[in-house]
């Protein structure tokens, strides 16, 4: 049985603004954009600012009225990712298999280690007392025997807390949550898992696995098994080079991204991009991510599975449109400055597709031919050859999206 640790760092740009700064010690404390003219939004709070009701991106004159005695702070980025380095470079010690998950999160997986260091939760503690007493932050830190149960117990216990989901407890633990907290359940998952009488992890766990598989094909067995604790996906090296099994781009945009519109028109270039490099490799895929930049250099993203596996541009974009609605808030957000597009868990494109799926697949397959021959010409004339009227409307966030092929949610180092 693997030993699985997902560690993330508590109020993370906060928290290292406190650093060396005993004036910002037992105090609520904020960052934004410009602390001496006061006008702007908050981009992170520590927990302090949080019992106020200080929330992220609220304007500052709206924190202050909650919290009159705020103090407030500049962004640092260059700093954030030292830091993030140091803790990062911490983690390897214990296992050479460590995969961020953003520039304040990471899973390890420490099944070798543990005959060196001890039992997973004893490498936890002595992971949060090495941040804690090395860099002066805390981290909470879930461990368990899959990525998704450790990641759903890191969330448990904040701040600076270890909590163990084992084989004897996660149907106590995980099982009552919502079945939307547990990673790659995305909105219209969870809308098809809430038609189905399924709200919470333990009913996905005892679903009907052919009712599943008919309305949501080999993602619905996967996400059964995810919730029932069996194998899942091994933690990946991300500082070892690529990840395979992923075809990705992401771009920084040459303005601020302020609304949706502006959004779709990135994303649907990248998803072109993503999709005739799935067809160049002869694959499909079955999982999508989406990540954001903001312009304060803090990051998201968030994943889906899908059924049957695509290599269309129109359905890799519908899917991440349907991702950004998630978590993107058009007038409310910060500006953007940077979008990426991933897909995951590539097969071969003569795998079977479920039956109860043919006509979507057939739909797919309609639409290949057509793009495989805009493929050719982009080939020969450049990708700005053919345009969609999305791309020619938006063309101020759209021209030059060459971007980095293969992207991280965050690039370490």
Known sequence: MKTILHCDANNFYASVECIGRPDLQGVPVAVCGDPQKRHGIILAKNNIAKKFGVKTAETINS????????????????????????????????????????????????????????????????????????????ISVGVSFTKIFAKLGSDMK?????????????????????ANEMLMVGRHTYATLLSLGIHTIGDLANADEKLLARKMGINGAKLISYARGEEGEDVREYYNGRVHKSIGHSTTTPKDVTSRDECAAVITALSEMVAARLRKANSKASGISVSLRYNDLTHRSRQCLISPATDSAGRIAEESLALLDTFYREGRDKPLRGLGVSVFDLNEEGDAVQASLFELQKEDEKSSGLARSIDAIRSKYGFDSIKSATLIKNMCVCDDLDGDSDFLPFNKR
């Open 63 to 138: 924190a202050m009225n909650k919290c009159p005695n705020l103090k407030l702070v500049a962004p640092h980025f260059e700093k954030y990712v030292d830091v993030s380095n140091q803790i990062f470079d911490i983690y390897k010690e214990y296992t050479d298999k460590v995969e961020s998950f953003g520039i304040d999160e990471g899973w390890l997986d420490v099944t070798p280690s543990v005959k060196l260091f001890g039992e997973g939760a004893k490498i936890a503690d002595e992971l949060r007392r090495r941040v804690k007493k090395e860099i002066g932050l805390t």
């Open 158 to 178: 904040k701040p600076d807390a270890t909590t163990v989901i084992s084989r004897e407890n996660y149907r106590q633990k995980i099982w009552p949550l919502p």
